[in-house]
């Protein structure tokens, strides 16, 4: 599987952006799908993922202001981000797990996926 991220950018406090992920090969909707990001100077932390049936979960510093979906027909996933925080400022990287090999409770963990992108820089501005 290879992952394309996209979407990022610079935008004000407050604003909004849309994260993509696509995703190359024919057993997308069988992976579960997670957003990851660092900041400068710390290590990278979960953000988002959902499961290959469509459940989500959040890190509790986005939780009610993003959103991760995914488009199977479009071997896509995305990350919309609200409300932005100068805190938000990081690369954002996709990841995905191995084929329906994860337990939900597991979605958080890096060690739970095998393929990642190359990252996508969002910068909020205060």
């Known amino acids: 599987v290879q992952l394309q991220a996209s979407g990022g950018g610079l935008v004000q406090a407050g604003g909004s952006l849309r994260l993509s992920c696509a995703a190359s090969g024919r057993t997308f909707s069988r992976h579960a799908m997670g957003w990851f990001r660092q900041a400068p100077g710390k290590e990278r932390e979960f953000v988002a993922a959902i499961s290959w049936s469509g459940s989500t979960v959040y890190a509790d510093s986005v939780k009610g202001r993003s959103t991760i979906s995914r488009d199977n027909a479009k071997n896509t996933v995305y990350l919309q981000m609200n409300s932005l925080k100068s805190e938000d400022t990081a690369v954002f990287y996709c990841?995905?797990?191995?084929?329906?090999?994860?337990?939900?409770?597991?979605?958080?963990?890096?060690?739970?996926?095998?393929?990642w992108g190359q990252g996508t820089q969002v910068t909020v501005s205060s």
């Open positions: 990841a995905a797990d191995r084929r329906g090999g994860t337990i939900f409770s597991m979605l958080s963990q890096e060690q739970s996926y095998d393929y």
